[in-house]
C-alpha cells in the first residue's frame, strides 16, 4: 500500500491551496484518512480526519478555513486550505488506516509529505 501526496507549493497570505493524496496498491477497504503537519522546529500536529462516512474532525485552527473530502471509490483525500496564513507553513502528511487483501488488519500507512509555504 503506497499513499501519494500531490499539490501544495507557495501561497500568499489569504490565498488558497489544495492537496490531494491518493491511497494505491493491494486495498480492500481505506478506514479513516487524516492529514498532519509538521513545521519547522516544532512536532507534527493533527490537521483534519474524515471516516469512509464522511465524518470529520478539523484542528481548532484550522476550522472554517480548511475543508477535507475524499473520494471513496478512488481512495484519495483531498485538503481545501483558503484564507492561510503564514502559521500554516509546515509540511502536509497524510494518513490512511488501511486493510490490505494481504494483511488481516488495518494498519497506518503515511504519504511522503507536501511543502506548503504561506508568505506575509
Known amino acids: 500500500v503506497q499513499l501519494q501526496a500531490s499539490g501544495g507549493g507557495l501561497a500568499q497570505q489569504g490565498g488558497s491551496l489544495r492537496l490531494s493524496c491518493a491511497a494505491s496498491?493491494?486495498?480492500?477497504?481505506?478506514?479513516?484518512m487524516t492529514w498532519y503537519r509538521q513545521a519547522p522546529g516544532k512536532q507534527r500536529e493533527f490537521v483534519a480526519d474524515i471516516t469512509s462516512g464522511s465524518n470529520v474532525n478539523y484542528a481548532d485552527s484550522v476550522k472554517g478555513r480548511f475543508t477535507i473530502s475524499r473520494d471513496n471509490p478512488k481512495n484519495t483525500v483531498t485538503l481545501q486550505m483558503n484564507s492561510l496564513k503564514p502559521e500554516d507553513t509546515a509540511t502536509y502528511y497524510c494518513s490512511a488506516k488501511v486493510l490490505s487483501l494481504h494483511v488481516g488488519t488495518f494498519r497506518d500507512y503515511w504519504g511522503q509529505g507536501t511543502q506548503v509555504t504561506v508568505s506575509s
Open positions: 496498491g493491494s486495498i480492500f477497504r481505506v478506514a479513516i
